[in-house]
Nanobody, 115 residues
Framework: EQVEQAGGGLVQLGGSLRLSCTLS????????IRWFRQAPGKERELVAK????????TYADSVKGRFTCSVDHVKKTVYLQMNNLESEDTALYLC?????????WGPGTQVTVSS
């Protein structure tokens, strides 16, 4: 099982980015996908989560109304759409997948918001 990430980069304040988390080697069922972020000097923060059916969708208060998760079953990819980005959103974003007791992490993708 592998978790691949893409979509980070440099964006201006107020801009948008879409991160992707592509699963390979997984049966696309009974999956819980979580997005974390890690900023320098700060604790890792759970940003959002969703399951493979698109349910159990939850967001941290800091991103609620600006970030949205979605699932593409054909591509076996989960997306994190990030709008109206703020400087506090600058961080390394990590995709975490849980299935049948297993815990899998993507390599992370850097998001930097410039003012």
């Amino acid at each position: 099982e592998q978790v691949e990430q893409a979509g980070g980069g440099l964006v201006q304040l107020g801009g948008s980015l879409r991160l992707s988390c592509t699963l390979s080697g997984f049966t696309f069922s009974a999956l819980n996908i979580r997005w974390f972020r890690q900023a320098p000097g700060k604790e890792r923060e759970l940003v959002a989560k969703i399951n493979n059916s698109g349910g159990d969708e939850t967001y941290a208060d800091s991103v609620k109304g600006r970030f949205t998760c979605s699932v593409d079953h054909v591509k076996k990819t989960v997306y994190l759409q990030m709008n109206n980005l703020e400087s506090e959103d600058t961080a390394l974003y990590l995709c975490n997948v849980r299935q049948f007791g297993g815990d899998y992490w993507g390599p992370g993708t850097q998001v930097t918001v410039s003012s």
